[in-house]
């Protein structure tokens, strides 16, 4: 691929052109990541309605553990989207021409990891078969958000039903007969030929990407993916290199880095703990209370619920969700409380650890241990 081209299809400046191209190549390995997914896990990860399905079944036949998987699914495929979003608004905040390009080497990234999960399936396979869920969700999420967000909401990658719904849509028009073309008070009914033809092609690819995905996967295994990841890498290499080369070579730059992440990690401290003190204030509402509770009682607790070392998910809580929350929480507090506790969290050197969280994220690892443990005992042949 010419090297403008690239610059072109991933690149900051884009036209409803190169959004379609580069909508054409997310939605082939969408595909193709979703039908290799499924013969890995037997999970479609594209399809949240089938998800939100599965966890109504689950909780209507008190089946906690399939409400759970599907929440985790679900969960993975919002904190893809959120993290899309940040990752593109931080890229326009610094000026960067990567601002499309980073979520694509994150995707990357972590096709690589899904390939590296299916060599551990048959020995751990209680553990594996849901972090791969998670993570070929996550990746769904991310990719399905980063379209939608460069298009304006007209193009997305993984939303077949809604496609196949518009595609409906715009051959009932095209089919339409036009009996008073004669009478102009009438307008006549007219296809949208052009997007027809777009949302046919993306289908086609989607379902050609399956294809191509279920092959790789039958004859080479979870190695399909390397060729997934290379073909996202080469997409967004240009714009990357290009930031490397305009940005990297500052002679500040660690010191920049290093302030910045020290400054971004005091702001969330900093917000947690006026969250947590607006959360006691009898002027907040219960029901931002109750919210406010929840998210700085984790955001404080001295452990996280997916530890840090986990690659990639260990980091989601601290940087998207724990963030997410904080500013969902500070939308339902009143302005005058929140600026009052800022001020009082600002001029307090230190700040509170909640035991109480971290025993709770602790009970839960226990009982995950324990069931992991009689489902495999269970299992077990030796049994």
């Known amino acids: 691929m010419p090297i403008p081209y690239l610059r072109t299809l991933t690149g900051k400046e884009r036209s409803p052109g190169s959004n379609r191209q ?29 998800v939100v399905s599965a966890m109504a079944d689950g909780l209507a036949l008190g089946s906690l553990w399939l409400m759970l998987d599907g929440l985790g699914a679900l969960l993975s495929f919002l904190a893809g989207a959120a993290c899309s ?8 905040r610094e000026r960067l021409q990567s601002e499309y390009a980073l979520p694509l080497m994150l ?5 690589v990891c899904f390939g590296l999960l299916g060599s551990n399936f048959e020995q751990h396979e209680w553990l594996f078969v849901p972090a791969t869920v998670m993570v070929l969700c996550y990746i769904m999420g991310l990719q399905n958000a980063l379209v939608t967000k460069l298009s304006n909401a007209e193009i997305r990658t993984t939303h077949v039903t809604g496609m196949v719904t518009d595609i409906g849509i715009e051959l009932g028009k095209l089919f339409f007969w036009n009996l008073s073309r004669a009478d102009s008070s009438k307008p006549p009914v007219l296809a949208n030929r052009h997007k027809l033809k777009v949302l046919v092609t993306l289908v086609t690819l989607f379902f050609a990407g399956g294809v191509i995905g279920a092959l790789g996967f039958k004859h080479i295994g979870f190695s399909a993916t390397i060729a997934l990841a290379t073909l996202l890498l080469a997409l967004a290499a240009v714009p990357v290199l290009d930031d490397i080369r305009l940005h990297l070579w500052r002679k500040d730059l660690p010191h920049h880095l290093v302030e910045r992440s020290q400054r971004w990690a005091c702001t969330i401290r900093n917000e947690a703990h006026a969250v947590w003190l607006a959360a006691q204030d009898p002027r907040t509402p219960w029901y931002a209370q109750a919210l406010a509770s929840l998210i700085a009682a984790y955001a404080l607790s001295p452990i ?7 690659p990639v998910l260990g980091y989601v809580d601290d940087v998207v969700l724990v963030p997410l929350g904080l500013l969902l929480a500070i939308r339902l507090i009143p ?12 001029m307090t050197p230190d700040r509170p650890v909640n035991h109480v969280a971290a025993l709770v994220i602790v009970t839960l690892w226990v009982i995950v241990a324990v069931s992991g443990s009689i489902w495999l005992l269970g299992t077990s042949p030796f049994g």
């Open 22 to 50: 580069l909508a054409g190549y997310l939605t082939f390995v969408a595909g193709a990541t979703n039908a290799g997914g499924f013969l890995a896990v037997h999970q479609y990860t594209s399809h949240m309605s089938g």
């Open 335 to 346: 302005p005058e409380v929140m600026r009052q506790h800022r001020a009082a969290a600002a």
């Open 85 to 92: 979003a940040v990752l593109v608004n931080w890229g326009r």
């Open 304 to 310: 996280d619920l997916i530890p840090d070392f986990v």
């Open 107 to 111: 995707e990357a990234t972590l096709l």
